[in-house]
């Protein structure tokens, strides 16, 4: 089960703080959910007045800096006043000019404009609020195209690569179009510690912008190729590997018959072997065991609590007890 987003999805908030007079394409007009959106175009619109009063304060210092520095350039070459007296001069029309540059970029940031094509998904200001520097007030996104996130386990993970297609299923879409086709954007190098599973990001295209964004789809991933030397048995049947033996960390007993004692009356004889194994894939009550068995080997599934390598073991037949 994934969430679908869209392949943009942002919110949008103010660098500077202020009071909110507009939020809408034009004043008292509210953005509305879905509502189409015009890249760079204004969204928003803090109280510009104060804004524009620092901006005019800034430029009118920053013009008369200008021009007392240029007049004691001139006055320095008449040998009027000193070098220290210019370079005052010049550290006051520095930090006028970084003050103006200042106000202007407040000015600018007074106006939210959109990132992007798109449309709105969620306004959450109101005009009239005071709104503080980084806090959200719009979020819109680009839904012609639509990104699924998904959780994949580890013994999925590798089996998926980038530009693989998967098959898709909305149920939030009507008939044969709730079935589709995306194909895989990201594949995650690090599983999520609370979770362990790896991050797998899919793209699908959106014409018509059917698909919303916060629907879920069901995505079918192939199952991974099996060896065909792996063996299949239950889980039941594991042990930790007492004895450090081989690789594996599990390990599993083994049945070995006594080669001078053969079946009689419907029961054999022989041991408990531990045999450390490695193992994939669970597949409900059963694991894959990638080593360590062949299909031949009996494998013994319970009374494991009582068993060590080594034991006596008596297998019976009870097919051949009856009458």
Do not use: C
């Not at 000019?97 to 000015?107: E, H, M, T």
């Not at 590798?158 to 939030?172: F, L, P, Q, V």
């Not at 018959?257 to 022989?270: F, H, M, T, V």
């Not at 080594?310 to 297998?315: N, W």
């Amino acid at each position: 089960m994934a969430v679908v987003r869209g392949d943009k999805e942002t919110e949008l908030s103010f660098k500077v703080s202020g009071l909110l007079e507009r939020i809408g394409p034009e004043k008292e007009v509210y953005w509305q959910e879905g509502a189409m959106t015009a890249s760079n175009q204004v969204l928003a619109q803090l109280v510009q007045a104060d804004f524009l009063s620092a901006s005019n304060s800034a430029l009118a210092k920053f013009e008369l800096d200008k021009k007392l520095l240029e007049r004691g350039t001139n006055l320095l070459s008449q040998k009027v006043i000193s070098p220290n007296e210019l370079d005052v001069l010049e550290a006051r029309f520095k930090e006028s000019q970084a003050a103006f540059d200042q106000a202007k970029q407040s000015l600018s940031d007074s106006q939210l404009r959109a990132p992007y094509a798109g449309r709105i998904l969620a306004r959450v200001a109101e005009a009239g609020e005071t709104i503080q520097m980084g806090k959200p007030v719009l979020r819109i996104g680009d839904l012609t195209t639509v990104t699924l996130e998904l959780g994949v386990p580890d013994y999925l993970v590798s089996h998926i690569h980038t530009n693989d297609e998967k098959r898709i299923s909305i149920s939030a879409l009507e008939g044969e179009d709730r079935t589709l086709v995306a194909k895989v954007s990201e594949v995650g190098v690090a599983a999520k510690p609370a979770s362990r599973l790896f991050k797998v990001i899919l793209k699908v295209a959106n014409p018509g912008e059917r698909i919303k964004s916060g629907m879920t789809a069901n995505v079918y991933l192939d199952p991974p190729p099996t060896d065909k030397k792996a063996v299949l048995i239950p889980l039941s049947a594991l042990i930790s590997n007492s004895k450090n033996l081989g690789d594996g960390h599990l390990a599993v007993f083994v049945f070995k018959p006594d080669a001078q004692r053969g079946l009689s009356r419907g029961e054999s004889r022989g041991k408990a072997q531990e045999r450390p194994v490695m193992t994939d894939e669970i597949i409900g009550s059963s694991i894959v065991v990638t080593s360590g068995l062949t299909t031949n080997d009996l494998v013994i599934v319970s009374g494991l609590s009582n068993l060590a390598d080594g034991s006596p073991v008596a297998v019976r037949d009870f097919s051949a007890t009856k009458p």
